[in-house]
């Protein structure tokens, strides 16, 4: 139950702020926004989204050798409340309307640079908080003991829930003030937070730091606290030299850059496992399946994270949102995604369990294939949903909830799929860089879906003529590597060797 609460009101946060991100970029300056055009909008959207999942990575590193799971969670908590209520604070600069001068120009300073110091933040927060709080979860239960999926199953809709709720509560809050729906998402953390601390002895016993005993071990953890400062001081000198203007940034061409290194970095690491790593030909060959479904993981992402970027833009710009003479704020749909997969969730799991007894049931690649071909085929609706906002014409919300169910079926194929598989092929020693890996993919995946979402937005009359094209394009791209897929699934299936 704490953790179920945590990680509700943790996912309330950041689904909250995400539904107003790159509507808030792109909304002009004189409606309170910050007046980005979509290439650059897009680009900070995917950087923030692939900081996220890449920083995954040293949070569980760092909680596993320094400050244990539970502080971990808690410390993130805090670190991403903060993020939050600083992305909050130019709201607060309008309250003051009345208030004293001094008082309304110190917080205008702040305006711009709160918004980057806020994401910042909340990339850091999250990377701490989320993969440690889903260990703990695993720490619940002895190993082999089936209610261990029944507890995580229990703890996803913890994450759905949170995930149904906040776009709708934040982008109600926000049509008063962009500034007010980010506080709001604030303020689910900090009740997350308060129930944590509350019912934080039911998780005693469990994910706690690591004990120091000997003299190596004092001088390990004083190394790491040193090399933690270290790299905390860096990143703030780097901060503020960039805040003050000594460097220029231009976000597109980072993203660009960040997406080739990850790229790199992820098959120079797989290519040095599979030669030197000292594995025997089976394992060799699983951690080749690895490296070719990265691949196909990062693509997956790559369509299904536009959700939050260019589909969130198609509902602010292209979709007729009035009902009974309210207009539906273009965040709410957002919910839609969550709102699928608290339905249909336990009938695909059901699914599977009715196709595997009749040894009927897809193989993991298969299943790859699925999620995505229904990717494709929900942007070959946003195809057509696109040629009637190009003719001039509102297209209806159902266009973007028939693409949002096709999407939420291929994730249900694919996402669960991936993370099962990567655990079974990770040879023994490997097993935590392999998921590692994995969530590289989906950090890839991430960034890759907001630089789309600068180039198939429609923000300008060139743009939106063009932006059926651009639906086209990434059908294709989709629906090809989803047979490309099928037609490799038997190979693959070989190289898994004794992995179903």
């Given at each position: 139950m704490t953790l179920f609460f945590t990680e509700m009101w943790e996912r309330f946060s950041y689904y909250g702020m995400r539904a107003l991100l790159i509507l808030f970029m792109t909304a002009a300056i004189a409606d309170g926004g910050m007046g980005f055009d979509d290439k650059t909008s897009g680009a900070i959207y995917g950087l923030y989204t692939m900081g996220v999942y890449l920083l995954a990575l040293p949070g569980g590193w760092f909680a596993d050798r320094l400050f244990g799971l539970k502080k971990s969670v808690w410390y993130g908590g805090i670190i991403i409340a903060l993020g939050h209520f600083t992305m909050a604070l130019p709201g607060l600069a309008n309250l003051l309307g009345g208030a004293?001068?001094?008082?309304?120009?110190?917080?205008?300073?702040?305006?711009?640079?709160?918004?980057?110091?806020?994401?910042?933040?909340?990339?850091?927060?999250?990377?701490?908080?989320?993969?440690?709080?889903?260990?703990?979860?695993?720490?619940?239960?002895?190993?082999?003991?089936?209610?261990?999926?029944?507890?995580?199953?229990?703890?996803?809709?913890?994450?759905?829930?949170?995930?149904?709720?906040?776009?709708?509560?934040?982008?109600?809050?926000?049509?008063?003030?962009?500034?007010?729906?980010?506080?709001?998402?604030?303020?689910?953390?900090?009740?997350?937070?308060?129930?944590?601390?509350?019912?934080?002895?039911?998780?005693?016993?469990?994910?706690?730091?690591?004990?120091?005993?000997?003299?190596?071990?004092?001088?390990?953890?004083?190394?790491?606290?040193?090399?933690?400062?270290?790299?905390?001081?860096?990143?703030?000198?780097?901060?503020?030299i960039i805040f003050l203007g000594y460097i220029p940034i231009n976000v597109s061409?980072?993203?660009?850059?960040?997406?080739?290194?990850?790229?790199?970095?992820?098959?120079?690491?797989?290519?040095?496992?599979?030669?030197?790593?000292?594995?025997?030909?089976?394992?060799?060959?699983?951690?080749?399946?690895?490296?070719?479904?990265?691949?196909?993981?990062?693509?997956?992402?790559?369509?299904?994270?536009?959700?939050?970027?260019?589909?969130?833009?198609?509902?602010?710009?292209?979709?007729?949102?009035?009902?009974?003479?309210?207009?539906?704020?273009?965040?709410?749909f957002q919910s839609v995604n969550s709102m699928f997969i608290i339905i249909f969730a336990p009938f695909f799991g059901a699914l599977w369990v009715w196709l595997g007894k009749r040894n009927l049931e897809p193989s993991s690649p298969l299943k790859f294939a699925m999620g995505l071909l229904l990717l494709g085929m929900g942007f070959l609706v946003m195809y057509f949903a696109a040629k009637i906002a190009a003719s001039g014409d509102l297209a209806a919300p159902t266009w973007l909830i028939f693409t949002y169910m096709l999407h939420t079926f291929g994730e249900l194929s694919l996402s669960p799929v991936g993370l099962s598989l990567v655990t079974k092929l990770a040879p023994a020693r490997y097993g935590g860089q392999m998921m590692g890996i994995w969530f590289l993919s989906v950090s890839l995946g991430n960034l890759f879906a907001g630089l789309i979402a600068g180039e198939a937005s429609g923000g300008s009359e060139e743009a939106l003529a063009q932006m059926p094209d651009q639906y086209k394009l990434i059908v294709y791209t989709a629906v090809g590597a989803g047979i490309l897929l099928l037609l490799l699934s038997k190979p693959i299936r070989k190289l898994m060797g004794n992995v179903h």
């Amino acid at each position: 139950m704490t953790l179920f609460f945590t990680e509700m009101w943790e996912r309330f946060s950041y689904y909250g702020m995400r539904a107003l991100l790159i509507l808030f970029m792109t909304a002009a300056i004189a409606d309170g926004g910050m007046g980005f055009d979509d290439k650059t909008s897009g680009a900070i959207y995917g950087l923030y989204t692939m900081g996220v999942y890449l920083l995954a990575l040293p949070g569980g590193w760092f909680a596993d050798r320094l400050f244990g799971l539970k502080k971990s969670v808690w410390y993130g908590g805090i670190i991403i409340a903060l993020g939050h209520f600083t992305m909050a604070l130019p709201g607060l600069a309008n309250l003051l309307g009345g208030a004293s001068i001094e008082a309304r120009d110190t917080l205008s300073v702040l305006d711009s640079n709160s918004f980057f110091i806020g994401l910042i933040l909340i990339t850091i927060g999250t990377g701490l908080l989320k993969p440690n709080i889903s260990s703990i979860v695993g720490q619940l239960y002895p190993a082999g003991s089936s209610k261990r999926d029944a507890g995580f199953s229990i703890f996803y809709m913890g994450i759905n829930i949170g995930a149904l709720v906040a776009p709708i509560a934040c982008s109600t809050v926000a049509t008063f003030d962009w500034h007010f729906g980010f506080g709001l998402a604030g303020l689910g953390m900090v009740f997350g937070l308060i129930q944590y601390r509350l019912t934080g002895s039911s998780l005693d016993g469990y994910g706690e730091e690591i004990p120091v005993v000997t003299e190596t071990d004092k001088r390990e953890r004083e190394n790491l606290k040193k090399i933690l400062l270290g790299l905390g001081t860096i990143l703030l000198f780097l901060l503020a030299i960039i805040f003050l203007g000594y460097i220029p940034i231009n976000v597109s061409a980072i993203a660009g850059a960040s997406g080739t290194i990850i790229a790199i970095v992820a098959f120079v690491y797989l290519g040095y496992v599979i030669l030197f790593g000292g594995l025997e030909s089976d394992d060799k060959k699983k951690v080749g399946v690895i490296a070719i479904l990265f691949l196909f993981s990062a693509l997956f992402w790559s369509g299904f994270e536009q959700a939050g970027s260019t589909l969130n833009l198609f509902a602010e710009r292209f979709t007729n949102r009035n009902f009974l003479g309210f207009e539906i704020p273009a965040g709410y749909f957002q919910s839609v995604n969550s709102m699928f997969i608290i339905i249909f969730a336990p009938f695909f799991g059901a699914l599977w369990v009715w196709l595997g007894k009749r040894n009927l049931e897809p193989s993991s690649p298969l299943k790859f294939a699925m999620g995505l071909l229904l990717l494709g085929m929900g942007f070959l609706v946003m195809y057509f949903a696109a040629k009637i906002a190009a003719s001039g014409d509102l297209a209806a919300p159902t266009w973007l909830i028939f693409t949002y169910m096709l999407h939420t079926f291929g994730e249900l194929s694919l996402s669960p799929v991936g993370l099962s598989l990567v655990t079974k092929l990770a040879p023994a020693r490997y097993g935590g860089q392999m998921m590692g890996i994995w969530f590289l993919s989906v950090s890839l995946g991430n960034l890759f879906a907001g630089l789309i979402a600068g180039e198939a937005s429609g923000g300008s009359e060139e743009a939106l003529a063009q932006m059926p094209d651009q639906y086209k394009l990434i059908v294709y791209t989709a629906v090809g590597a989803g047979i490309l897929l099928l037609l490799l699934s038997k190979p693959i299936r070989k190289l898994m060797g004794n992995v179903h």
